[in-house]
Protein backbone atom coordinates (compact mmCIF):
# COMPACT_ATOMS: atom_id res chain seq x y z
CA UNK A 1 0.00 0.00 0.00
CA UNK A 2 1.12 3.43 -0.73
CA UNK A 3 -0.20 5.16 2.28
CA UNK A 4 -0.73 4.39 6.16
CA UNK A 5 -3.05 5.95 9.05
CA UNK A 6 -5.13 7.36 5.67
CA UNK A 7 -6.33 7.26 1.80
CA UNK A 8 -8.44 5.07 1.35
CA UNK A 9 -9.54 6.24 -2.36
CA UNK A 10 -5.62 6.52 -3.45
CA UNK A 11 -5.16 3.14 -2.96
CA UNK A 12 -9.23 2.88 -4.67
CA UNK A 13 -7.71 4.65 -7.50
CA UNK A 14 -4.88 2.11 -8.31
CA UNK A 15 -7.09 -1.10 -7.58
CA UNK A 16 -9.82 0.29 -10.20
CA UNK A 17 -7.84 1.65 -12.67
CA UNK A 18 -4.29 0.00 -12.92
CA UNK A 19 -2.52 3.76 -12.85
CA UNK A 20 -0.53 4.28 -9.92
CA UNK A 21 -0.04 7.09 -7.12
CA UNK A 22 3.44 6.46 -7.82
CA UNK A 23 3.61 9.20 -10.38
CA UNK A 24 1.56 11.32 -8.59
CA UNK A 25 1.42 14.21 -5.48
CA UNK A 26 -2.43 14.48 -5.08
CA UNK A 27 -5.35 13.24 -4.42
CA UNK A 28 -6.53 11.40 -8.02
CA UNK A 29 -10.24 10.91 -7.22
CA UNK A 30 -10.45 14.68 -6.37
CA UNK A 31 -8.14 15.86 -8.45
CA UNK A 32 -8.46 14.30 -11.65
CA UNK A 33 -11.42 11.16 -11.66
CA UNK A 34 -14.21 13.04 -10.63
CA UNK A 35 -13.89 15.47 -13.75
CA UNK A 36 -13.46 13.03 -16.39
CA UNK A 37 -15.69 11.08 -17.87
CA UNK A 38 -15.40 7.82 -19.31
CA UNK A 39 -12.51 7.25 -17.41
CA UNK A 40 -10.42 3.52 -18.26
CA UNK A 41 -10.61 1.43 -15.57
CA UNK A 42 -11.39 -2.21 -14.80
CA UNK A 43 -15.30 -1.09 -14.28
CA UNK A 44 -15.53 0.14 -17.99
CA UNK A 45 -13.40 -3.66 -19.11
CA UNK A 46 -15.83 -5.65 -17.57
CA UNK A 47 -18.49 -3.98 -18.90
CA UNK A 48 -17.28 -4.07 -22.28
CA UNK A 49 -17.46 -7.74 -21.63
CA UNK A 50 -21.00 -7.55 -20.92
CA UNK A 51 -21.24 -7.60 -16.71
CA UNK A 52 -22.82 -4.93 -14.75
CA UNK A 53 -20.84 -3.05 -12.66
CA UNK A 54 -22.29 -1.59 -9.04
CA UNK A 55 -20.21 -0.21 -6.25
CA UNK A 56 -20.95 -0.47 -2.64
CA UNK A 57 -19.91 2.19 0.41
CA UNK A 58 -21.46 1.82 3.87
CA UNK A 59 -21.09 5.56 4.55
CA UNK A 60 -21.89 9.01 2.55
CA UNK A 61 -21.59 9.11 -1.18
CA UNK A 62 -19.78 12.35 -1.19
CA UNK A 63 -16.57 11.40 0.43
CA UNK A 64 -13.63 11.27 -1.71
CA UNK A 65 -16.37 12.60 -4.06
CA UNK A 66 -17.08 8.98 -4.88
CA UNK A 67 -20.65 10.26 -6.35
CA UNK A 68 -18.72 12.05 -9.24
CA UNK A 69 -16.26 9.34 -9.66
CA UNK A 70 -17.76 5.79 -9.66
CA UNK A 71 -20.22 7.15 -12.62
CA UNK A 72 -17.04 8.46 -14.36
CA UNK A 73 -15.02 5.03 -14.20
CA UNK A 74 -18.21 3.58 -15.38
CA UNK A 75 -20.01 2.33 -12.92
CA UNK A 76 -24.09 1.57 -13.36
CA UNK A 77 -24.93 1.73 -9.70
CA UNK A 78 -23.65 3.23 -6.77
CA UNK A 79 -25.22 2.71 -3.39
CA UNK A 80 -24.17 4.30 -0.88
CA UNK A 81 -25.43 3.90 2.86
CA UNK A 82 -28.60 5.15 2.66
CA UNK A 83 -29.44 2.61 0.08
CA UNK A 84 -28.41 -0.62 1.66
CA UNK A 85 -30.37 -3.04 2.92
CA UNK A 86 -28.05 -4.59 5.59
CA UNK A 87 -27.43 -1.80 8.09
CA UNK A 88 -26.64 -3.88 11.16
CA UNK A 89 -23.52 -2.52 14.03
CA UNK A 90 -21.79 -4.56 16.24
CA UNK A 91 -22.08 -3.13 19.58
CA UNK A 92 -21.47 0.73 19.97
CA UNK A 93 -19.44 0.88 16.43
CA UNK A 94 -20.75 3.85 14.43
CA UNK A 95 -20.26 1.99 11.53
CA UNK A 96 -21.64 -0.97 9.10
CA UNK A 97 -20.47 -4.02 10.19
CA UNK A 98 -18.60 -6.13 7.71
CA UNK A 99 -20.72 -9.21 7.71
CA UNK A 100 -23.88 -6.81 6.61
CA UNK A 101 -21.53 -5.22 4.08
CA UNK A 102 -21.32 -8.82 2.72
CA UNK A 103 -24.40 -9.68 3.10
CA UNK A 104 -25.36 -6.51 0.93
CA UNK A 105 -23.02 -8.34 -1.71
CA UNK A 106 -25.24 -11.88 -1.54
CA UNK A 107 -28.03 -9.82 -1.98
CA UNK A 108 -26.62 -7.64 -5.02
CA UNK A 109 -25.69 -11.08 -6.67
CA UNK A 110 -28.63 -13.27 -6.23
CA UNK A 111 -30.89 -10.09 -7.60
CA UNK A 112 -29.10 -9.40 -10.76
CA UNK A 113 -29.14 -12.22 -13.21
CA UNK A 114 -26.36 -11.36 -15.69
CA UNK A 115 -22.41 -11.44 -14.74
CA UNK A 116 -21.70 -8.57 -11.99
CA UNK A 117 -18.50 -6.94 -10.93
CA UNK A 118 -19.29 -5.64 -7.54
CA UNK A 119 -16.75 -3.35 -5.90
CA UNK A 120 -17.15 -3.05 -2.25
CA UNK A 121 -15.27 -0.84 0.05
CA UNK A 122 -16.35 -1.22 3.85
CA UNK A 123 -16.25 0.81 6.89
CA UNK A 124 -16.13 -1.61 9.95
CA UNK A 125 -12.72 -1.14 11.28
CA UNK A 126 -12.20 2.69 10.37
CA UNK A 127 -11.22 5.32 12.98
CA UNK A 128 -11.72 5.54 16.06
CA UNK A 129 -11.19 2.76 17.86
CA UNK A 130 -12.06 3.79 21.60
CA UNK A 131 -12.20 0.88 24.05
CA UNK A 132 -15.55 0.90 24.27
CA UNK A 133 -16.73 0.10 20.70
CA UNK A 134 -17.12 -3.48 21.41
CA UNK A 135 -18.82 -4.76 24.64
CA UNK A 136 -15.31 -7.10 24.77
CA UNK A 137 -12.05 -7.66 23.78
CA UNK A 138 -10.78 -10.73 22.14
CA UNK A 139 -7.10 -9.39 22.05
CA UNK A 140 -5.01 -8.33 24.85
CA UNK A 141 -2.03 -5.72 24.48
CA UNK A 142 0.75 -5.69 26.69
CA UNK A 143 3.92 -3.82 27.45
CA UNK A 144 1.37 -0.65 27.65
CA UNK A 145 0.47 -0.11 31.58
CA UNK A 146 1.74 3.48 31.99
CA UNK A 147 -0.65 4.46 29.24
CA UNK A 148 -2.89 2.33 27.82
CA UNK A 149 -4.32 4.40 25.33
CA UNK A 150 -2.24 3.21 21.87
CA UNK A 151 -2.95 -0.33 23.70
CA UNK A 152 -6.80 0.25 24.09
CA UNK A 153 -7.07 1.39 20.59
CA UNK A 154 -5.00 -1.54 19.12
CA UNK A 155 -7.01 -4.24 21.09
CA UNK A 156 -10.27 -2.88 19.66
CA UNK A 157 -8.71 -2.78 15.94
CA UNK A 158 -7.58 -6.38 16.21
CA UNK A 159 -11.24 -7.13 17.33
CA UNK A 160 -12.46 -5.41 14.35
CA UNK A 161 -10.16 -7.47 12.26
CA UNK A 162 -10.96 -10.78 13.82
CA UNK A 163 -14.78 -9.88 13.55
CA UNK A 164 -13.80 -8.90 10.20
CA UNK A 165 -12.29 -12.69 9.46
CA UNK A 166 -15.33 -14.43 10.87
CA UNK A 167 -17.72 -12.28 8.03
CA UNK A 168 -14.94 -13.01 5.64
CA UNK A 169 -15.56 -16.84 6.54
CA UNK A 170 -19.66 -16.84 6.27
CA UNK A 171 -19.42 -15.17 2.58
CA UNK A 172 -16.93 -17.35 1.58
CA UNK A 173 -19.21 -19.98 2.88
CA UNK A 174 -21.88 -19.02 1.11
CA UNK A 175 -20.65 -18.43 -2.13
CA UNK A 176 -19.93 -22.27 -2.26
CA UNK A 177 -23.58 -22.94 -1.68
CA UNK A 178 -24.24 -20.96 -5.40
CA UNK A 179 -23.37 -22.62 -8.57
CA UNK A 180 -22.03 -19.22 -10.35
CA UNK A 181 -18.63 -18.71 -11.00
CA UNK A 182 -17.32 -16.38 -8.12
CA UNK A 183 -14.31 -14.22 -7.82
CA UNK A 184 -13.47 -12.50 -4.42
CA UNK A 185 -9.99 -10.57 -4.43
CA UNK A 186 -9.92 -8.88 -0.95
CA UNK A 187 -7.49 -6.47 0.46
CA UNK A 188 -6.30 -3.97 2.69
CA UNK A 189 -5.95 -0.57 1.75
CA UNK A 190 -3.76 0.47 4.56
CA UNK A 191 -2.76 -0.02 8.44
CA UNK A 192 -4.58 2.19 10.93
CA UNK A 193 -2.12 4.73 12.54
CA UNK A 194 -1.60 3.80 15.36
CA UNK A 195 1.13 1.44 15.79
CA UNK A 196 3.65 4.11 16.47
CA UNK A 197 7.12 2.67 16.49
CA UNK A 198 6.10 -0.71 16.23
CA UNK A 199 6.31 -1.57 12.19
CA UNK A 200 9.91 0.03 12.46
CA UNK A 201 11.80 -3.08 12.98
CA UNK A 202 13.17 -5.37 10.24
CA UNK A 203 12.39 -5.05 6.73
CA UNK A 204 13.68 -1.62 6.53
CA UNK A 205 10.25 0.05 7.74
CA UNK A 206 8.39 -1.28 5.21
CA UNK A 207 6.25 -3.78 7.09
CA UNK A 208 3.67 -0.61 7.54
CA UNK A 209 2.83 -1.01 3.76
CA UNK A 210 2.52 -4.13 3.88
CA UNK A 211 -1.36 -5.28 3.99
CA UNK A 212 -3.33 -8.65 3.31
CA UNK A 213 -4.43 -9.72 -0.30
CA UNK A 214 -6.13 -12.76 -1.28
CA UNK A 215 -7.63 -13.99 -4.51
CA UNK A 216 -9.94 -16.74 -3.61
CA UNK A 217 -12.30 -18.71 -6.20
CA UNK A 218 -15.08 -21.17 -6.17
CA UNK A 219 -14.28 -23.08 -8.62
CA UNK A 220 -10.81 -25.07 -10.29
CA UNK A 221 -9.13 -23.45 -13.30
CA UNK A 222 -5.52 -25.04 -14.98
CA UNK A 223 -3.50 -23.00 -12.75
CA UNK A 224 -5.50 -23.99 -9.54
CA UNK A 225 -2.26 -26.10 -8.38
CA UNK A 226 0.05 -23.44 -8.16
CA UNK A 227 1.49 -22.94 -4.76
CA UNK A 228 -1.08 -20.01 -4.51
CA UNK A 229 1.70 -17.40 -3.23
CA UNK A 230 0.90 -13.82 -4.64
CA UNK A 231 4.43 -12.58 -2.98
CA UNK A 232 4.31 -8.87 -2.85
CA UNK A 233 2.89 -6.59 -5.75
CA UNK A 234 1.09 -2.98 -5.28
CA UNK A 235 -2.84 -3.03 -6.33
CA UNK A 236 -2.36 -1.40 -9.53
CA UNK A 237 -1.94 -5.02 -10.68
CA UNK A 238 -4.73 -6.54 -8.85
CA UNK A 239 -6.99 -7.08 -11.90
CA UNK A 240 -4.61 -8.46 -14.81
CA UNK A 241 -3.36 -10.58 -12.22
CA UNK A 242 -6.88 -11.97 -11.52
CA UNK A 243 -7.45 -12.23 -15.31
CA UNK A 244 -4.66 -14.05 -15.44
CA UNK A 245 -5.46 -16.66 -12.81
CA UNK A 246 -8.49 -17.12 -15.15
CA UNK A 247 -6.60 -17.68 -18.01
CA UNK A 248 -8.90 -14.44 -19.99
CA UNK A 249 -7.60 -12.49 -22.54
CA UNK A 250 -6.61 -9.15 -21.76
CA UNK A 251 -6.13 -5.74 -22.99
CA UNK A 252 -2.92 -4.28 -24.11
CA UNK A 253 -2.69 -2.52 -21.38
CA UNK A 254 -3.50 -5.03 -19.10
CA UNK A 255 -0.88 -6.96 -20.54
CA UNK A 256 1.31 -3.92 -20.02
CA UNK A 257 0.59 -3.88 -16.44
CA UNK A 258 1.88 -7.40 -15.92
CA UNK A 259 5.11 -6.44 -18.24
CA UNK A 260 5.96 -3.80 -15.21
CA UNK A 261 5.59 -5.89 -12.36
CA UNK A 262 7.67 -8.38 -13.30
CA UNK A 263 10.60 -5.54 -12.63
CA UNK A 264 8.35 -3.68 -10.35
CA UNK A 265 6.11 -5.68 -8.30
CA UNK A 266 5.91 -2.99 -5.46
CA UNK A 267 5.62 0.16 -7.11
CA UNK A 268 5.24 2.45 -4.53
CA UNK A 269 7.85 5.12 -3.41
CA UNK A 270 8.26 3.33 -0.34
CA UNK A 271 9.47 0.30 -2.64
CA UNK A 272 11.40 2.08 -5.67
CA UNK A 273 12.67 5.49 -5.34
CA UNK A 274 11.03 8.29 -7.63
CA UNK A 275 14.86 8.97 -9.05
CA UNK A 276 14.85 5.51 -10.62
CA UNK A 277 13.30 6.05 -14.66
CA UNK A 278 13.50 2.93 -16.48
CA UNK A 279 11.87 3.07 -19.97
CA UNK A 280 8.66 0.91 -19.02
CA UNK A 281 8.18 3.25 -16.22
CA UNK A 282 8.33 6.37 -18.29
CA UNK A 283 6.05 4.39 -20.67
CA UNK A 284 3.82 3.79 -18.08
CA UNK A 285 3.93 7.47 -16.76
CA UNK A 286 3.09 8.87 -19.85
CA UNK A 287 0.19 6.95 -20.32
CA UNK A 288 -1.56 7.65 -17.14
CA UNK A 289 -0.88 11.36 -18.00
CA UNK A 290 -2.25 10.85 -21.23
CA UNK A 291 -5.13 10.00 -19.64
CA UNK A 292 -5.13 12.72 -16.39
CA UNK A 293 -3.97 15.88 -17.66
CA UNK A 294 -3.21 15.23 -21.45
CA UNK A 295 -5.47 14.44 -25.11
CA UNK A 296 -6.43 11.06 -23.83
CA UNK A 297 -5.15 10.05 -27.37
CA UNK A 298 -4.64 6.56 -26.16
CA UNK A 299 -8.74 6.21 -25.83
CA UNK A 300 -9.14 6.38 -29.84
CA UNK A 301 -7.38 3.28 -30.17
CA UNK A 302 -8.12 -0.07 -28.67
CA UNK A 303 -5.33 0.06 -26.19
CA UNK A 304 -8.37 -0.77 -22.95
CA UNK A 305 -10.10 -3.15 -24.67
CA UNK A 306 -9.57 -6.82 -25.43
CA UNK A 307 -10.14 -8.24 -28.62
Same mark, same amino acid.
Given at each position: ???? +????????????? +????????? $???????? =????????????????????? &????? /???????????????????? @?????????????????????? !??????????? %?????????????????????????? *??? +? =????????? /?????????? /???????????? $???? #??????????? =??????????????????????? &??????? #???? %??????????? &??????????? &???????????????? !??????? *???????????? @???? #? $?????????? /??? @?????????
Amino acid at each position: SSGC +GGGTANVGFDVVT +GFSNYFLNT $LPYSGFVS =HISNFPSAVSFYNQNGYTSTA &LHPYG /KTMYKRDLVYPNLGFSTFKG @LDDFKYTDKIDNSQYVSDQASF !DQVLYELKNQS %SSQFIHLVTMQNHMPYDASVYAENNF *KVS +G =HENDRTDAD /KIETYLTGIN /KSDQAMANFINE $LNKT #EEKTVVAFWGD =HWPGIYGEAFNEGDDGMNIHRTP &LFIYKNF #ETES %SDKNGNLGTMS &LNYLTPTILSE &LDVKMSPYQYMLLNIK !DDYPALT *KDFVKTGEKAQV @LKDY #E $LIEYDILTGK /KWS @LDSDFYESK
